[in-house]
């Protein structure tokens, strides 16, 4: 092929249709086979491990079953909350969902239109109807901190390897990060240090793409702790 | 065809063409992606004299609601000229020519999108024509395809478009205006780079061996259309620099 792009370590931007391997075995996320080959099937960052997955560099969170995530009540209906978890298709989250036992009448007063939720993916049906859960301990109505939306393709860079990113930085700016995999975060802390973890996350969104992400977020926070200080 | 004497005009001077191209050469071509910050995915391409602007949205709720299909996405695809684009002001509004693009041009591109990952949902596709200067479903297509990719949607190839015609008993790559107004015959077709081909259009009278003929250069200049957009694709995320920046393709042969 003729232009190969950016052709650093095991990383390599391609598009649709691009040929990534001889072997079928190989095929990961965002790819396909036709005629034994492996294809891309999106524009994104192609990574070569013992299986080839390309990961987006745009598009729309499309949720999965058991993902976190951070939403909107946008309507309130008989039995359920209708949800905005920024993706094609809305959550619903049902009054039984709730950790505490409410009657139909009174579920404006614990979830009102507008109000923000950590909330969790239960099920995902073929019509791809969405249904929410908030009976986990770390699951519940945002009552303080600050929501930023980052697109959901650089969640995974912003988790890091294993954790990693998301572990250094939580330690490194002392707050309590909630990750939504819709690309929703949530920061609580104090107000300096909401403020550099803010700038940090938008940081990570923009440089995603890019290789050493975590040496340079290390190098960037050391920077702005000195000048702060 | 316009009643006039064919051999008024003369389109080939010492071999080259009123333009000053060869007969089998495209012309100057500029791709832009992630133009337009609202849009999921956007691309300006220039091709000669075309100036065309496409933008993605989705997918997303299907509005109104009777339209939408619970096994995959519908694809919906506008295509729409300013009233501007052309020397005589268009009367602005969508018209039986403009209905008939926007429905090849959805049907050149559908076979390549996965809609199955995505039940009750729409694709948009606007498509607007800033300047025309013949070919702008072929502009529309490339532009409306790099700015899929860069939405992100799942496709299974790229598709590329370009057309062949024929003036003056000639056939000839990419024909501009005036070679699309008193030619003998335009075919504008569209096609994955591995040669499937999804449009095939033609206006005019071709013999059977003038039209393997235009085909075969058609897709030629699909293949190196299908570079540039590629090309345009690669080089947006080449870069390591913070800001979001641009990169621009120019590319004459």
Known sequence: MKYLGMDRMDRKVVVPGDLLSEDAKKSGDGTFIKDGKVYSLLYGLANYRDKINVIPLSGKYIPASGDNVIGIVKDITFSNWIVDISSPYDGLLHISEFPKRIESEEMSKYLRIGSSIMTKVKDVDPTMKVELTLNDQKLGPIKTGQVVEISHTRVPRLIGKGGSMISMLKKEVNCNIFVGQNGRIWINGAAGDMDLALKTVLLIEREAHTNGLTDRIVEFLKKEKVARS | ?253
């Open chain 2, 1 to 253: 065809m316009i009643a006039m004497d064919e051999t008024d005009i003369s389109f080939f001077k010492d071999g080259l063409r009123l333009d000053g191209r060869r007969e089998d050469q495209l012309r100057p071509i500029k791709m832009e992606v992630g133009v337009l910050a609202r849009a999921d995915g956007s691309c300006y391409i220039e091709m000669g004299g075309n100036k065309v602007i496409a933008a993605v949205y989705g997918p997303r709720e299907v509005h109104p609601r009777h339209l939408q299909d619970v096994t995959r996405a519908i694809v919906r695809y506008r295509y729409n000229m300013a009233s501007f684009s052309v020397e005589e002001r268009k009367r602005p509004g969508p018209d039986r020519r403009s209905y008939e693009l926007s429905k090849v041009s959805r049907e050149a591109l559908e076979p390549v999108i996965l809609t199955n990952y995505f039940p009750r949902s729409v694709i948009d596709v606007f498509v607007e024509v800033l300047q025309a200067d013949a070919g702008t479903r072929t502009a529309g297509i490339n532009a409306a395809a790099v700015a899929l990719a860069d939405a992100g949607i799942p496709m299974k190839s790229m598709i590329s478009s370009c057309a062949a015609g024929k003036v003056a008993d000639t056939i000839v790559l990419d024909p501009m205006k005036e070679e699309d107004n008193f030619g003998q015959a335009d075919l504008p077709i569209a096609m994955t780079p591995n040669g499937d081909i999804t449009l095939m259009q033609m206006d005019g009278r071709l013999s059977i061996d003038e039209f393997h003929k235009a085909v075969e250069m058609a897709m030629k200049g699909a293949q190196d259309i299908y570079q540039m957009q590629r090309k345009a694709l690669v080089d947006k995320y080449s870069q390591l620099e913070g800001e979001p920046h641009r990169e621009e393709v120019q590319a004459c042969d």
